[in-house]
């Protein structure tokens, strides 16, 4: 079945603020349902900022603090990438003839020319193998709705000042430059498999392949957990030790983390941690509305 983004498990200098495009939000004109669309599937998505860590034993071996963002877990194969990624290009969780993770955008019209319309971005379900010859609707993932400003040229997203580890990860945030699209920002839901996982404030951006557009490159998603948020979101899988863990555990940071570094943020007076991902996206053929 599928879901939306999965979370399931670098950084340089954040751009200045003035490095980014700010879209004048006002007088949108194109905030309606606009048929056919034009829709991307995301075929990647990777976590960049901040990093997730793992206290791993091995008798007779001390205790070590695994990175598992790309690198797999000791004696798994399961890193935090790579799950995502497994998830978008498998059908095995069930093997039913759909792909196990699509996440898509709908653009309601897409626009290229500075203008503001509408895009929409969730789960559907799409043919496997991958790439899918078609999605179509999900029947249990709602569409979230954003209004979006497309720039020719500029950056549209980039990673707020003081917000990335130190030191840097690698490898770093992509940001999107023009032709590109930017979101105007609210709160994003992940389904981790049944378990929700809220950011504030979220931004979806990308920069446009080609004219007619054939793709979507260095896609960039940010956006905000709460640290009060974290520390109630238990994820579940197998690989972990007892097969579940608390989230905000495994961010530098967190309670009960096991890496040295902290990589926590404030945001609107809260403490947390603005999440940054990269993603890449192909057109692919939607048989609803």
Same mark, same amino acid.
């Given at each position: 079945?599928?879901?939306?983004?999965?979370?399931?498990?670098?950084?340089?200098?954040?751009?200045?603020?003035?490095?980014?495009?700010?879209?004048?939000?006002?007088?949108?004109?194109?905030?309606?349902?606009?048929?056919?669309?034009?829709?991307?599937?995301?075929?990647?998505?990777?976590?960049?900022?901040?990093?997730?860590?793992?206290?791993?034993?091995? =008798?007779?071996?001390?205790?070590?603090?695994?990175?598992?963002?790309?690198?797999?877990?000791?004696?798994?194969?399961?890193?935090?990438?790579?799950?995502?990624?497994?998830?978008?290009?498998?059908?095995?969780?069930?093997?039913?003839?759909?792909?196990?993770?699509?996440?898509?955008?709908?653009? *309601?019209?897409?626009? &290229?020319?500075?203008?503001?319309?509408?895009?929409?971005?969730?789960?559907?379900?799409?043919?496997?193998?991958?790439?899918?010859?078609?999605?179509?609707?999900?029947?249990?993932?709602?569409?979230?709705?954003?209004?979006?400003?497309?720039?020719?040229?500029?950056?549209?997203?980039?990673?707020?000042?003081?917000?990335?580890?130190?030191?840097?990860?690698?490898?770093?945030?992509?940001?999107?430059?023009? =032709?590109?699209?930017?979101?105007?920002? &609210?709160?994003?839901?992940?389904?981790?498999?049944?378990?929700?996982?809220?950011?504030?404030?979220?931004?979806?951006?990308?920069?446009?392949?080609?004219?007619?557009?054939?793709?979507?490159?260095?896609?960039?998603?940010?956006?905000?957990? *709460?640290?009060?948020?974290?520390?109630?979101?238990?994820?579940?899988?197998?690989?972990?030790?007892?097969?579940?863990?608390?989230?905000?555990?495994?961010?530098?940071?967190?309670?009960?983390?096991?890496?040295? *570094?902290?990589?926590?943020?404030?945001?609107?007076?809260?403490?947390?941690?603005?999440?940054?991902?990269?993603?890449?996206?192909?057109?692919?053929?939607?048989?609803?509305?």
């Amino acid at each position: 079945m599928s879901r939306q983004l999965l979370l399931s498990a670098a950084l340089i200098a954040a751009a200045p603020a003035a490095a980014q495009s700010t879209p004048d939000w006002f007088g949108v004109d194109g905030f309606e349902f606009i048929t056919p669309a034009t829709v991307f599937r995301f075929t990647d998505l990777d976590l960049r900022d901040p990093h997730v860590f793992l206290p791993i034993t091995i =008798p007779p071996f001390p205790t070590l603090c695994a990175d598992f963002t790309d690198n797999v877990i000791p004696t798994t194969t399961v890193s935090f990438n790579g799950s995502i990624q497994d998830s978008y290009s498998t059908d095995s969780n069930p093997a039913d003839g759909v792909l196990d993770a699509s996440s898509l955008l709908w653009f *309601r019209p897409l626009r &290229r020319d500075g203008g503001i319309a509408r895009v929409d971005n969730g789960g559907a379900d799409c043919l496997a193998p991958a790439p899918p010859a078609s999605c179509s609707a999900s029947t249990t993932a709602v569409p979230q709705a954003y209004v979006y400003a497309s720039a020719v040229n500029g950056t549209c997203l980039a990673p707020l000042a003081g917000t990335i580890g130190t030191p840097a990860y690698s490898p770093s945030i992509a940001t999107p430059a023009g =032709p590109c699209f930017v979101t105007a920002a &609210r709160t994003f839901t992940f389904d981790n498999g049944g378990t929700l996982i809220t950011l504030n404030d979220a931004q979806i951006a990308a920069s446009f392949v080609g004219n007619p557009a054939t793709g979507l490159a260095n896609g960039l998603l940010r956006g905000f957990l *709460r640290e009060a948020d974290a520390d109630q979101i238990i994820i579940n899988n197998a690989a972990l030790p007892g097969g579940s863990i608390v989230l905000s555990s495994l961010l530098a940071g967190g309670g009960g983390s096991c890496s040295s *570094r902290n990589d926590k943020d404030t945001h609107d007076g809260e403490i947390g941690w603005w999440f940054y991902f990269n993603f890449v996206a192909e057109p692919v053929t939607w048989l609803d509305p």
